[in-house]
């Protein structure tokens, strides 16, 4: 009979102790997906969600991990956006709405979880973002005027 229970991830070839954390992080980093990163980093998930909950150190790493998966996602967006690229590698459509919707929900999140953590109240944290957001567009509308006229 053949055993149904998931395989742990091989230790051949992972680095002892703590050093999977950096490889773990990082793929979170990129990829915004805690299983992946945590095949990367050969560790079961479980280990990898135990450790966020028993170091705070690690737990800040992790959020500040998808944050910069969320900031990477935005910045993807954006130059898809800018440059007309509307479509994957794999040649399909990239899909801007659940994108936008998954960003969306991530800033809602993010906002709460800051008011929370410093004090903050969720309006003066999505005015915070706006204001952002709004310098961001700015910034875009110059580059793309810059260009425009380096184009006449």
Known sequence: MANSAPARPSRKGAAPGRHWRKRFLETLATTSNVNRAAQEANIPLARAYSTRREEPDFARAWQAAIEDGYLNLEMEVIRRLREGDLTTAGGDKFDFANA?????????SSARGASQIRDVTPAEVRASIDRKIEDIRRRIAREKAAAERKAE
């Open 100 to 108: 936008i919707r998954l960003l969306a929900s991530q800033r809602d």
